[in-house]
């Protein structure tokens, strides 16, 4: 099995973090820490095992900081470039901006930089994206699923076998885990600079059976309040 990433790889940075006042004041929520690394960290470090190279992370918020770690930070393995913002861009204009930074075939994976899952596979990345580029019916993204946390019981999602469709009110839905796996062609009616959230492109998508996910059976942490952050390091 190739564990080793060779498609570009995004980690989310650029949001404001307003739940997580006033911590997020002075510091951006994916340089927050837990176990004493911040939360970026945990992910660079996880994709660096698994052989990533090329990688974007996008800023806007006290991104001066999230520039400055980087300069500090001890991953020589990887190529990491930062994509400015001059304001949030949510997270489609983020990755539609990112991409300019890529040498990109046609798929690239993204992960948001304020959730912590140090069991995340990466090293099942490449994996799924040999078998995306076989299928017969043109896949725009895969989704990477968590059970229900506590925070969004209602979920975001619904998974009818290996394809997500919206929320119906009767099947099980699940929630977003800030991961997946998209195809550049996904973000091709965003101009560049322009704001535009995810969701509304991968529901356009959806009924076309272009997006296929899965559900991930890790610890996963959306760390979105000072008392999840508080409670996590706890357990940890």
């Not at 650029?14 to 510091?27: F, I, K, S, V």
């Not at 992910?43 to 001066?64: F, S």
């Not at 861009?89 to 040498?103: D, P, R, V, Y």
């Amino acid at each position: 099995m190739n564990s080793r990433i060779h498609i570009p790889c995004m980690v989310l940075a650029a949001g404001r973090g307003e739940r997580m006042r006033p911590l997020t004041d002075h510091t951006p929520k994916p340089l927050l820490r837990v176990k004493d690394k911040t939360l970026l960290d945990w992910h660079l470090e996880n994709l660096a095992k698994c052989g990533a190279h090329q990688i974007v992370i996008n800023h806007a918020w006290l991104g001066e900081k999230i520039v400055q770690h980087v300069k500090d930070s001890s991953f020589p393995e990887l190529h990491i470039s930062l994509s400015e913002e001059n304001s949030a861009l949510e997270t489609a204009g983020g990755l539609k901006q990112a991409m300019s930074f890529m040498t990109i075939k046609d798929y690239f994976f993204a992960i948001n930089g304020d959730v912590f899952c140090p069991d995340f596979p990466f090293n099942k990345i490449q994996m799924m994206v040999d078998s995306l580029r076989q299928s017969k019916q043109p896949v725009l993204a895969h989704l990477f699923l968590v059970n229900n946390p506590a925070h969004n019981m209602d979920g975001d999602f619904c998974l009818n076998k290996d394809h997500i469709t919206e929320k119906n009110g009767t099947a099980q839905s699940y929630t977003f885990s800030g991961a997946g796996i998209y195809h550049q062609d996904l973000l091709k009616g965003i101009k560049m600079g322009e704001v535009a959230k995810l969701a509304p492109i991968l529901k356009l998508a959806m009924p076309q059976n272009q997006v296929t996910g899965e559900l991930l059976n890790v610890a996963w942490v959306d760390v979105g309040t000072p008392e999840r952050l508080i409670e996590l390091n706890r357990k940890i």
